[in-house]
């Protein structure tokens, strides 16, 4: 996704904008969520020349998919995301040797926005995403989808007294059922 700045040269104040729709290129996103491939990414940029380079500043509009970090449900939203990166010449003057490598260049008379474009992207995108910010997500003992059945729950018994769960049962069966006359002459 390189854009020429061959108009802009190197005269500072020059500026050029761009609104354009571009497609996605892939790895926008990671496992969970992200923007699909090939997708339509609406730009609204500005291409401004500075002594150092080129500043592109502006904005992203991208249709964000993917699943709900609890119950797996589709998400489907858009986003805008604001970029603001400049570009340095590749013989400006005000680059240490360490920070060379870590910025972005003009080169050959243009811009990459790609790279640019996927940190802004991902890096705004949610953590966990959910579909709601009340969503019960899945029960962790069957699978089950909360939202449809908040009441949904099972019996967590301690494994330690599980030894004594036989006998909770039948003392109390015992303690229902019709006493005979001998138990009452045991009991007195």
């Known amino acids: 996704m390189t854009f020429s700045v061959k108009d802009l040269g190197r005269s500072p104040g020059s500026m050029r904008t761009i609104e354009e729709h571009a497609p996605v290129p892939k790895d926008f996103g990671v496992a969970l969520i992200g923007v699909q491939e090939g997708s339509d990414m609406e730009l609204d940029l ?9 500043l592109v500043s502006g ?20 986003r805008d995301v604001e970029i603001q990166e400049l570009f ?5 003057a005000s680059l240490s040797v360490e920070e060379e490598e870590e910025q972005h260049r003009v080169e050959n008379d243009s811009v990459d926005l790609e790279p640019v474009l996927r ?16 969503c019960q997500g899945l029960c962790s003992e069957c699978g089950a989808q909360l939202n449809d059945d908040p009441d949904h729950h099972h019996e967590v018994l301690d ?8 006998l909770t049962g039948t003392a109390a069966e015992q303690d229902a059922a019709p006493k005979s006359e001998s ?3 045991e009991e007195s």
């Open 46 to 54: 500005r291409f401004e020349s500075v002594h150092e380079g080129i």
């Open 59 to 78: 904005t992203a509009h991208v249709e964000v998919t993917g699943e709900c970090g609890r119950c797996l449900e589709p998400l489907r939203f858009d």
């Open 88 to 92: 340095f010449y590749s013989d400006s």
């Open 119 to 134: 940190d802004a992207v991902v890096t705004s995108l949610p953590f966990q995403p959910v579909c709601r910010e009340d």
């Open 159 to 166: 494994p330690r007294w599980s030894a004594l769960a036989g």
């Open 183 to 185: 138990d009452e002459k």
